[in-house]
Protein backbone atom coordinates (compact mmCIF):
# COMPACT_ATOMS: atom_id res chain seq x y z
CA UNK A 1 0.00 0.00 0.00
CA UNK A 2 2.45 2.63 1.38
CA UNK A 3 4.82 2.81 -1.70
CA UNK A 4 1.75 3.64 -3.90
CA UNK A 5 -0.35 6.88 -4.55
CA UNK A 6 -0.44 9.76 -2.14
CA UNK A 7 -3.38 11.75 -1.70
CA UNK A 8 -2.65 13.83 -4.30
CA UNK A 9 0.48 13.93 -6.48
CA UNK A 10 3.81 15.21 -5.65
CA UNK A 11 4.30 17.95 -7.52
CA UNK A 12 7.62 19.96 -8.11
CA UNK A 13 9.24 22.16 -5.59
CA UNK A 14 12.42 24.27 -5.60
CA UNK A 15 13.70 22.94 -2.19
CA UNK A 16 13.60 19.13 -2.85
CA UNK A 17 15.68 17.38 -0.19
CA UNK A 18 15.55 13.90 -0.29
CA UNK A 19 17.94 13.33 2.38
CA UNK A 20 15.03 14.00 4.54
CA UNK A 21 13.85 11.62 6.79
CA UNK A 22 10.66 11.91 9.12
CA UNK A 23 8.96 9.53 11.78
CA UNK A 24 5.37 9.13 12.56
CA UNK A 25 5.51 6.99 15.40
CA UNK A 26 2.00 6.20 17.70
CA UNK A 27 1.08 3.91 20.18
CA UNK A 28 -1.40 0.97 19.45
CA UNK A 29 -3.62 2.18 22.46
CA UNK A 30 -6.85 2.26 21.11
CA UNK A 31 -8.82 4.16 18.39
CA UNK A 32 -6.46 6.95 16.64
CA UNK A 33 -7.31 10.57 17.88
CA UNK A 34 -7.47 13.85 15.45
CA UNK A 35 -4.95 15.69 17.41
CA UNK A 36 -2.37 12.62 16.54
CA UNK A 37 -3.73 12.38 12.50
CA UNK A 38 -2.47 16.50 12.52
CA UNK A 39 0.94 15.24 13.61
CA UNK A 40 1.04 12.94 10.84
CA UNK A 41 -0.06 15.23 8.45
CA UNK A 42 2.36 17.49 9.43
CA UNK A 43 4.85 14.86 8.86
CA UNK A 44 3.84 13.44 5.87
CA UNK A 45 3.46 16.94 3.90
CA UNK A 46 6.94 17.39 5.06
CA UNK A 47 8.62 14.70 3.44
CA UNK A 48 6.40 14.84 0.73
CA UNK A 49 6.68 18.36 -0.06
CA UNK A 50 11.35 17.39 0.29
CA UNK A 51 10.89 14.53 -1.72
CA UNK A 52 12.55 12.76 1.65
CA UNK A 53 11.53 9.27 3.21
CA UNK A 54 8.24 9.04 5.47
CA UNK A 55 8.87 6.59 8.48
CA UNK A 56 6.17 4.48 10.24
CA UNK A 57 6.94 3.61 13.46
CA UNK A 58 5.11 1.65 15.98
CA UNK A 59 5.75 2.46 19.34
CA UNK A 60 4.29 -0.66 20.90
CA UNK A 61 6.48 -1.33 23.66
CA UNK A 62 4.07 -1.31 26.48
CA UNK A 63 2.51 -4.63 26.64
CA UNK A 64 -0.38 -3.74 29.34
CA UNK A 65 -1.56 -0.92 27.09
CA UNK A 66 -1.35 -2.26 23.44
CA UNK A 67 -2.92 -4.45 21.41
CA UNK A 68 -2.71 -6.60 18.49
CA UNK A 69 -6.85 -4.94 17.44
CA UNK A 70 -5.14 -1.49 18.24
CA UNK A 71 -2.07 -1.67 15.90
CA UNK A 72 -4.79 -3.09 13.08
CA UNK A 73 -7.14 -0.10 13.70
CA UNK A 74 -3.56 2.05 13.32
CA UNK A 75 -2.60 0.75 10.03
CA UNK A 76 -6.79 0.74 8.87
CA UNK A 77 -6.59 4.23 10.07
CA UNK A 78 -3.37 5.21 7.62
CA UNK A 79 -4.81 3.55 4.80
CA UNK A 80 -8.34 5.43 5.56
CA UNK A 81 -6.58 8.61 5.66
CA UNK A 82 -4.86 8.27 2.40
CA UNK A 83 -1.49 8.00 3.35
CA UNK A 84 1.39 6.59 2.31
CA UNK A 85 4.66 5.41 4.08
CA UNK A 86 8.30 4.84 2.59
CA UNK A 87 9.57 2.35 5.32
CA UNK A 88 7.22 0.88 7.89
CA UNK A 89 4.89 -1.88 8.63
CA UNK A 90 3.61 -3.64 5.38
CA UNK A 91 6.76 -1.78 3.98
CA UNK A 92 9.46 -2.76 5.28
CA UNK A 93 12.91 -1.29 4.92
CA UNK A 94 16.41 -0.60 5.48
CA UNK A 95 15.85 -1.08 9.49
CA UNK A 96 13.34 -3.86 10.08
CA UNK A 97 11.79 -4.13 12.22
CA UNK A 98 9.40 -0.94 12.68
CA UNK A 99 7.74 -2.13 15.58
CA UNK A 100 9.01 -1.47 18.72
CA UNK A 101 8.37 -4.64 20.98
CA UNK A 102 10.43 -6.60 17.85
CA UNK A 103 13.42 -4.53 18.59
CA UNK A 104 14.23 -5.43 22.27
CA UNK A 105 17.50 -6.72 21.74
CA UNK A 106 18.85 -3.91 20.13
CA UNK A 107 17.41 -1.40 23.17
CA UNK A 108 18.76 -3.88 25.40
CA UNK A 109 22.59 -3.69 23.69
CA UNK A 110 22.30 0.00 23.45
CA UNK A 111 21.62 0.29 27.13
CA UNK A 112 24.23 -2.00 28.48
CA UNK A 113 26.83 -0.01 26.25
CA UNK A 114 25.52 3.59 27.85
CA UNK A 115 25.74 1.81 30.87
CA UNK A 116 29.61 0.96 30.69
CA UNK A 117 30.46 4.22 29.06
CA UNK A 118 29.17 5.67 32.06
CA UNK A 119 26.08 7.71 30.70
CA UNK A 120 23.42 5.75 32.46
CA UNK A 121 23.70 4.56 36.13
CA UNK A 122 21.73 2.41 38.38
CA UNK A 123 19.32 3.67 40.56
CA UNK A 124 18.12 2.00 43.97
CA UNK A 125 15.44 4.76 44.70
CA UNK A 126 12.38 4.05 45.85
CA UNK A 127 8.79 5.42 44.68
CA UNK A 128 7.98 6.06 48.34
CA UNK A 129 11.63 7.49 48.37
CA UNK A 130 11.55 9.78 45.25
CA UNK A 131 8.21 11.03 46.36
CA UNK A 132 9.00 12.18 49.82
CA UNK A 133 12.24 13.73 48.59
CA UNK A 134 10.20 15.59 46.01
CA UNK A 135 8.04 16.48 48.45
CA UNK A 136 10.52 18.04 50.70
CA UNK A 137 11.78 19.90 47.61
CA UNK A 138 9.30 21.76 46.72
CA UNK A 139 7.90 22.56 49.94
CA UNK A 140 12.03 24.49 50.26
CA UNK A 141 11.06 25.99 47.15
CA UNK A 142 13.53 23.72 45.25
CA UNK A 143 13.16 21.46 41.85
CA UNK A 144 11.52 18.90 42.38
CA UNK A 145 12.81 16.33 39.90
CA UNK A 146 15.19 13.45 40.41
CA UNK A 147 18.24 14.79 43.32
CA UNK A 148 21.33 12.56 41.91
CA UNK A 149 21.66 10.98 44.58
CA UNK A 150 22.61 7.49 43.33
CA UNK A 151 24.96 9.19 40.97
CA UNK A 152 28.14 8.03 42.90
CA UNK A 153 27.12 4.75 44.78
CA UNK A 154 29.88 2.42 45.17
CA UNK A 155 30.14 -0.63 44.39
CA UNK A 156 29.76 -1.64 48.41
CA UNK A 157 26.61 0.68 48.58
CA UNK A 158 24.93 -0.79 45.41
CA UNK A 159 25.59 -4.55 47.19
CA UNK A 160 24.31 -3.32 50.50
CA UNK A 161 21.11 -2.04 48.42
CA UNK A 162 20.71 -5.71 46.22
CA UNK A 163 21.15 -7.67 49.03
CA UNK A 164 17.94 -5.65 50.68
CA UNK A 165 16.16 -6.89 47.89
CA UNK A 166 16.40 -3.91 45.55
CA UNK A 167 16.03 -3.98 41.80
CA UNK A 168 17.75 -0.57 40.37
CA UNK A 169 16.46 1.27 37.57
CA UNK A 170 19.01 2.24 34.83
CA UNK A 171 19.02 6.34 35.16
CA UNK A 172 20.49 8.79 32.10
CA UNK A 173 22.82 11.12 33.25
CA UNK A 174 22.31 14.72 32.23
CA UNK A 175 25.36 16.75 31.43
CA UNK A 176 25.52 20.14 33.46
CA UNK A 177 25.44 22.53 31.05
CA UNK A 178 22.33 24.76 29.47
CA UNK A 179 20.80 23.11 26.35
CA UNK A 180 20.34 25.13 23.68
CA UNK A 181 18.59 24.47 20.26
CA UNK A 182 16.80 25.23 17.69
CA UNK A 183 12.93 24.88 16.92
CA UNK A 184 11.23 24.94 13.86
CA UNK A 185 8.18 26.58 14.95
CA UNK A 186 9.45 28.07 18.31
CA UNK A 187 12.57 29.29 17.23
CA UNK A 188 15.73 29.09 20.44
CA UNK A 189 14.77 27.26 23.24
CA UNK A 190 17.31 26.65 26.37
CA UNK A 191 17.18 24.37 28.83
CA UNK A 192 19.66 24.67 32.67
CA UNK A 193 20.48 21.68 34.17
CA UNK A 194 18.60 22.04 37.20
CA UNK A 195 15.52 22.19 35.09
CA UNK A 196 16.26 18.46 33.28
CA UNK A 197 16.99 16.21 36.39
CA UNK A 198 18.52 12.37 35.32
CA UNK A 199 15.89 10.04 34.15
CA UNK A 200 14.98 6.51 33.88
CA UNK A 201 15.23 4.62 30.42
CA UNK A 202 14.98 1.08 31.57
CA UNK A 203 12.96 -0.60 34.43
CA UNK A 204 13.79 -2.16 37.10
CA UNK A 205 12.60 -5.21 35.24
CA UNK A 206 14.86 -4.96 32.07
CA UNK A 207 12.22 -3.28 29.92
CA UNK A 208 13.50 -0.27 28.10
CA UNK A 209 11.37 2.84 28.33
CA UNK A 210 9.90 5.20 25.61
CA UNK A 211 12.74 7.67 26.69
CA UNK A 212 15.35 5.33 25.49
CA UNK A 213 13.50 3.48 22.35
CA UNK A 214 12.39 6.30 20.54
CA UNK A 215 15.84 8.56 20.38
CA UNK A 216 17.13 5.23 19.76
CA UNK A 217 15.37 4.11 16.84
CA UNK A 218 15.81 7.90 15.73
CA UNK A 219 19.37 7.77 15.87
CA UNK A 220 19.64 4.21 14.06
CA UNK A 221 16.99 5.23 11.47
CA UNK A 222 18.81 7.93 10.63
CA UNK A 223 15.56 10.61 11.73
CA UNK A 224 16.67 14.30 10.49
CA UNK A 225 13.57 15.57 11.48
CA UNK A 226 10.87 15.40 14.72
CA UNK A 227 7.91 16.76 13.94
CA UNK A 228 5.54 16.03 17.37
CA UNK A 229 3.26 17.72 19.72
CA UNK A 230 4.04 20.59 22.25
CA UNK A 231 3.00 18.60 24.86
CA UNK A 232 6.46 16.64 24.09
CA UNK A 233 8.54 19.87 24.40
CA UNK A 234 10.00 19.09 27.81
CA UNK A 235 11.53 15.65 26.65
CA UNK A 236 13.70 17.29 24.13
CA UNK A 237 16.53 18.35 25.60
CA UNK A 238 16.37 14.72 27.41
CA UNK A 239 16.32 13.51 24.14
CA UNK A 240 18.96 15.75 22.99
CA UNK A 241 21.69 14.87 25.42
CA UNK A 242 21.26 11.06 24.71
CA UNK A 243 21.79 11.80 21.08
CA UNK A 244 25.29 13.08 21.84
CA UNK A 245 25.81 9.67 24.11
CA UNK A 246 24.59 7.47 21.28
CA UNK A 247 27.02 9.68 18.94
CA UNK A 248 29.71 8.59 21.39
CA UNK A 249 28.67 5.20 21.69
CA UNK A 250 28.72 4.65 18.13
CA UNK A 251 24.59 4.11 17.73
CA UNK A 252 23.43 5.95 14.61
CA UNK A 253 24.84 8.63 12.40
CA UNK A 254 25.80 11.07 15.10
CA UNK A 255 23.60 13.76 13.81
CA UNK A 256 21.18 15.70 15.80
CA UNK A 257 17.67 16.04 14.34
CA UNK A 258 15.96 19.20 14.24
CA UNK A 259 12.82 19.42 16.22
CA UNK A 260 9.49 21.19 15.63
CA UNK A 261 6.95 21.09 18.03
CA UNK A 262 3.23 21.63 16.74
CA UNK A 263 0.90 23.64 19.06
CA UNK A 264 -2.07 22.19 20.89
CA UNK A 265 -5.15 21.15 19.52
CA UNK A 266 -7.60 23.08 21.83
CA UNK A 267 -10.64 21.65 22.55
CA UNK A 268 -14.53 22.43 24.38
CA UNK A 269 -14.02 25.03 27.11
CA UNK A 270 -10.23 25.87 25.89
CA UNK A 271 -8.80 22.86 27.07
CA UNK A 272 -6.86 20.49 25.48
CA UNK A 273 -8.45 18.05 23.65
CA UNK A 274 -7.46 14.53 24.95
CA UNK A 275 -8.52 11.24 23.72
CA UNK A 276 -11.43 10.94 26.21
CA UNK A 277 -12.64 13.65 24.31
CA UNK A 278 -15.64 12.28 22.01
CA UNK A 279 -14.90 14.92 19.02
CA UNK A 280 -11.52 13.87 19.26
CA UNK A 281 -12.30 10.10 17.94
CA UNK A 282 -10.93 9.40 14.44
CA UNK A 283 -14.13 6.49 14.10
CA UNK A 284 -16.12 8.99 14.67
CA UNK A 285 -15.67 11.13 11.33
CA UNK A 286 -15.58 7.68 9.78
CA UNK A 287 -18.51 6.74 10.81
CA UNK A 288 -20.36 10.45 10.46
CA UNK A 289 -18.84 9.99 6.87
CA UNK A 290 -16.42 12.38 6.62
CA UNK A 291 -14.28 12.13 3.79
CA UNK A 292 -10.69 11.91 4.38
CA UNK A 293 -9.61 15.10 2.28
CA UNK A 294 -12.21 16.65 3.54
CA UNK A 295 -10.48 16.06 7.53
CA UNK A 296 -7.55 16.67 6.38
CA UNK A 297 -7.68 20.37 4.92
CA UNK A 298 -9.32 21.41 7.84
CA UNK A 299 -6.70 19.57 10.55
CA UNK A 300 -4.19 21.18 8.57
CA UNK A 301 -5.74 24.78 9.08
CA UNK A 302 -4.78 23.72 13.21
CA UNK A 303 -1.58 26.04 13.11
CA UNK A 304 -0.80 26.11 9.22
CA UNK A 305 -2.92 27.83 6.02
CA UNK A 306 -2.22 27.88 2.75
CA UNK A 307 -2.50 31.30 2.45
CA UNK A 308 -4.92 33.94 3.99
CA UNK A 309 -8.23 33.96 2.05
CA UNK A 310 -7.91 29.74 1.29
CA UNK A 311 -9.48 27.61 3.79
CA UNK A 312 -10.07 24.92 1.04
CA UNK A 313 -6.89 23.33 -0.76
CA UNK A 314 -6.15 19.59 -1.78
CA UNK A 315 -3.39 17.82 0.15
CA UNK A 316 -1.05 18.06 -3.48
CA UNK A 317 -1.47 21.73 -2.76
CA UNK A 318 -0.79 21.07 0.84
CA UNK A 319 2.54 19.48 -0.13
CA UNK A 320 3.55 21.93 -2.35
CA UNK A 321 3.16 25.38 -0.12
CA UNK A 322 4.25 23.15 3.16
CA UNK A 323 6.36 25.31 5.12
CA UNK A 324 6.96 24.31 8.67
CA UNK A 325 8.50 27.26 9.67
CA UNK A 326 4.73 28.95 8.98
CA UNK A 327 3.62 26.87 11.75
CA UNK A 328 1.59 29.03 13.80
CA UNK A 329 2.67 28.12 17.76
CA UNK A 330 -0.15 29.23 19.43
CA UNK A 331 -2.73 27.20 20.32
CA UNK A 332 -5.35 26.07 17.85
CA UNK A 333 -9.08 25.39 18.46
CA UNK A 334 -10.73 22.43 17.16
CA UNK A 335 -14.13 23.88 15.67
CA UNK A 336 -16.56 20.82 14.75
CA UNK A 337 -18.73 23.35 12.71
CA UNK A 338 -16.28 24.75 11.04
CA UNK A 339 -14.61 21.37 10.05
CA UNK A 340 -18.16 19.95 9.08
CA UNK A 341 -18.25 23.46 6.17
CA UNK A 342 -14.56 22.38 4.55
CA UNK A 343 -15.95 18.61 4.60
CA UNK A 344 -19.19 20.23 2.11
CA UNK A 345 -17.02 22.17 0.45
CA UNK A 346 -14.93 19.01 -0.16
CA UNK A 347 -18.04 16.78 -1.24
CA UNK A 348 -19.19 18.86 -3.74
CA UNK A 349 -16.02 18.84 -5.45
CA UNK A 350 -16.48 15.25 -6.17
CA UNK A 351 -17.36 13.96 -9.33
CA UNK A 352 -21.32 12.93 -9.63
CA UNK A 353 -19.91 8.85 -10.55
CA UNK A 354 -17.37 9.25 -6.91
CA UNK A 355 -19.89 10.75 -4.85
CA UNK A 356 -22.45 8.40 -5.38
CA UNK A 357 -19.63 5.63 -4.72
CA UNK A 358 -18.67 6.82 -1.62
CA UNK A 359 -22.26 6.76 -0.44
CA UNK A 360 -22.93 3.23 -0.91
CA UNK A 361 -21.29 2.12 2.52
CA UNK A 362 -23.69 4.07 4.63
CA UNK A 363 -26.55 2.77 2.62
CA UNK A 364 -25.48 -0.81 3.69
CA UNK A 365 -25.00 0.24 6.73
CA UNK A 366 -28.40 1.56 7.38
CA UNK A 367 -29.63 -1.84 5.82
CA UNK A 368 -31.16 0.07 2.88
CA UNK A 369 -28.25 -1.61 -0.18
CA UNK A 370 -27.09 -5.59 0.26
CA UNK A 371 -23.77 -6.56 0.58
CA UNK A 372 -23.86 -6.65 -3.31
CA UNK A 373 -26.06 -4.05 -4.63
CA UNK A 374 -28.12 -5.14 -8.09
CA UNK A 375 -27.33 -2.83 -11.10
CA UNK A 376 -30.79 -1.54 -10.83
CA UNK A 377 -30.31 0.07 -7.49
CA UNK A 378 -27.13 1.09 -8.11
CA UNK A 379 -28.39 2.80 -11.38
CA UNK A 380 -31.00 4.92 -8.62
CA UNK A 381 -28.30 6.04 -6.51
CA UNK A 382 -26.54 7.25 -9.57
CA UNK A 383 -29.64 9.19 -10.33
CA UNK A 384 -30.70 10.08 -6.70
CA UNK A 385 -26.88 11.17 -5.71
CA UNK A 386 -26.90 14.41 -7.22
CA UNK A 387 -29.82 15.72 -6.00
CA UNK A 388 -28.31 15.64 -2.74
CA UNK A 389 -24.58 16.49 -3.43
CA UNK A 390 -25.61 20.22 -2.70
CA UNK A 391 -27.62 19.69 0.64
CA UNK A 392 -25.07 17.24 2.39
CA UNK A 393 -22.76 18.20 4.89
CA UNK A 394 -21.28 14.15 5.45
CA UNK A 395 -21.86 11.23 3.64
CA UNK A 396 -24.30 9.38 6.72
CA UNK A 397 -26.96 12.06 6.11
CA UNK A 398 -27.64 10.04 2.66
CA UNK A 399 -29.88 7.36 4.79
CA UNK A 400 -32.10 10.60 6.01
CA UNK A 401 -31.94 12.26 2.32
CA UNK A 402 -32.19 9.07 0.16
CA UNK A 403 -33.53 6.17 2.33
CA UNK A 404 -37.33 6.66 1.13
CA UNK A 405 -35.77 5.42 -2.00
CA UNK A 406 -34.49 2.53 -0.92
CA UNK A 407 -36.50 1.38 2.02
CA UNK A 408 -39.05 -1.82 0.96
CA UNK A 409 -42.57 -0.34 0.98
CA UNK A 410 -44.20 -1.76 3.47
CA UNK A 411 -41.37 -0.36 5.71
CA UNK A 412 -41.89 2.60 4.89
CA UNK A 413 -42.82 5.27 7.30
CA UNK A 414 -43.15 8.80 8.30
CA UNK A 415 -41.24 11.09 10.64
CA UNK A 416 -44.04 11.40 13.29
CA UNK A 417 -42.49 15.09 14.31
CA UNK A 418 -42.73 16.24 10.67
CA UNK A 419 -46.34 14.76 10.07
CA UNK A 420 -47.69 15.75 13.26
CA UNK A 421 -46.86 19.43 11.56
CA UNK A 422 -47.51 18.59 7.88
CA UNK A 423 -50.27 15.99 7.69
CA UNK A 424 -52.45 17.70 9.62
CA UNK A 425 -56.78 18.02 8.75
CA UNK A 426 -55.94 20.62 6.35
CA UNK A 427 -53.73 18.51 4.27
CA UNK A 428 -56.83 16.30 3.16
CA UNK A 429 -57.52 18.57 0.08
CA UNK A 430 -53.94 19.27 -1.10
CA UNK A 431 -53.61 15.02 -1.42
CA UNK A 432 -56.75 14.65 -2.69
CA UNK A 433 -56.36 16.70 -5.72
CA UNK A 434 -52.44 15.88 -5.84
CA UNK A 435 -53.30 12.02 -6.37
CA UNK A 436 -56.23 12.97 -9.17
CA UNK A 437 -53.81 15.84 -11.00
CA UNK A 438 -51.02 12.59 -10.91
CA UNK A 439 -53.41 9.40 -12.11
CA UNK A 440 -54.36 11.65 -14.89
CA UNK A 441 -50.65 12.48 -15.81
CA UNK A 442 -49.44 11.75 -18.86
CA UNK A 443 -45.42 11.70 -18.51
CA UNK A 444 -44.15 11.44 -15.22
CA UNK A 445 -41.30 13.12 -15.11
CA UNK A 446 -40.10 16.64 -13.06
CA UNK A 447 -41.68 19.22 -15.25
CA UNK A 448 -45.08 17.52 -16.46
CA UNK A 449 -45.57 16.74 -12.50
CA UNK A 450 -44.61 20.37 -11.13
CA UNK A 451 -47.21 21.46 -13.82
CA UNK A 452 -49.42 19.60 -12.94
CA UNK A 453 -49.24 20.06 -9.07
CA UNK A 454 -49.00 23.80 -9.60
CA UNK A 455 -52.29 23.77 -11.81
CA UNK A 456 -54.38 21.26 -9.28
CA UNK A 457 -53.24 22.91 -5.90
CA UNK A 458 -51.55 27.14 -5.89
CA UNK A 459 -54.44 27.63 -9.27
CA UNK A 460 -56.88 25.03 -8.25
CA UNK A 461 -57.31 25.30 -4.57
CA UNK A 462 -55.39 28.81 -4.32
CA UNK A 463 -52.65 27.39 -1.82
CA UNK A 464 -49.24 28.93 -1.73
CA UNK A 465 -46.50 26.74 -2.93
CA UNK A 466 -44.88 26.33 0.50
CA UNK A 467 -48.02 25.03 2.62
CA UNK A 468 -49.24 23.17 -1.14
CA UNK A 469 -45.93 21.12 -1.40
CA UNK A 470 -44.92 20.43 2.25
CA UNK A 471 -47.49 17.97 2.62
CA UNK A 472 -46.69 16.03 -0.47
CA UNK A 473 -42.50 16.39 0.34
CA UNK A 474 -43.57 14.48 3.80
CA UNK A 475 -46.56 11.93 2.66
CA UNK A 476 -43.87 10.54 -0.41
CA UNK A 477 -40.25 10.67 1.12
CA UNK A 478 -41.37 10.85 5.06
CA UNK A 479 -39.62 14.00 6.31
CA UNK A 480 -39.72 17.78 5.59
CA UNK A 481 -35.96 18.36 4.61
CA UNK A 482 -35.01 15.75 1.47
CA UNK A 483 -34.36 16.38 -2.43
CA UNK A 484 -36.60 18.28 -4.85
CA UNK A 485 -39.83 17.10 -4.49
CA UNK A 486 -40.61 16.41 -8.32
CA UNK A 487 -37.51 14.55 -9.11
CA UNK A 488 -38.36 12.40 -6.19
CA UNK A 489 -41.63 11.50 -7.58
CA UNK A 490 -39.84 10.66 -10.51
CA UNK A 491 -36.86 8.46 -8.98
CA UNK A 492 -39.81 6.68 -7.01
CA UNK A 493 -41.74 6.25 -9.84
CA UNK A 494 -45.92 7.04 -10.42
CA UNK A 495 -46.87 3.99 -8.63
CA UNK A 496 -45.23 4.50 -5.37
CA UNK A 497 -45.81 8.02 -5.42
CA UNK A 498 -49.60 7.23 -5.46
CA UNK A 499 -49.42 4.39 -3.28
CA UNK A 500 -47.57 6.73 -0.15
CA UNK A 501 -50.09 9.47 -0.91
CA UNK A 502 -52.83 7.54 -0.61
CA UNK A 503 -51.69 6.03 2.30
CA UNK A 504 -51.34 9.10 3.83
CA UNK A 505 -54.56 10.35 3.19
CA UNK A 506 -55.91 7.46 4.67
CA UNK A 507 -54.14 8.28 7.50
CA UNK A 508 -54.93 11.97 8.11
CA UNK A 509 -57.15 12.41 11.32
CA UNK A 510 -60.78 13.58 10.17
CA UNK A 511 -61.36 17.33 9.49
Known amino acids: MANSTAPGATPATPDKDP????????????????????????????????????????????????????????????????????????????????????????YAD???????????????????????????????????????????????????????????????RM???????????????????????????????????YTLVNPVDDALMGITHVLRGEDLLSSTPRQI????ALAEIGVGSGATPSFGHLPYVMGEGNKKLSKRDPQASLNLYRERGFLPEGLLNYLALLGWSLAEDRDRFSMAEMVEAFDIAKVNANPARFDLKKCESINADHLRLLSPEDFAHRLVPYLQRAELLPAEPTAAQLELLAKAAPLTQERMVVLSEVVDMLGFLFVDPSAFTVDPADAAKAL????????????????????????????????????GLGIKPKFAFTPLRVAVTGRRISPPLFESMELLGRRETLRRLTAALDALPSA
Open 19 to 106: SVRVRFCPSPTGNPHVGLVRTALFNWAFARHHGGTMVFRIEDTDAARDSEDSYNQLLDAMRWLGFDWDEGPEVGGPHAPYRQSQRMDV
Open 424 to 459: TADARPVLAASIKALEELGEFSPEPIQAALREALVE
Open 110 to 172: VARRLHEAGHAYECFCSTEELDARREAARAAGLPSGYDGLCRTLTDEQKAIFRAEGRQPILRF
Open 241 to 244: ALYA
Open 175 to 209: PDHTIVFEDLVRGTLSFEPKDVPDYGIVRANGAPL
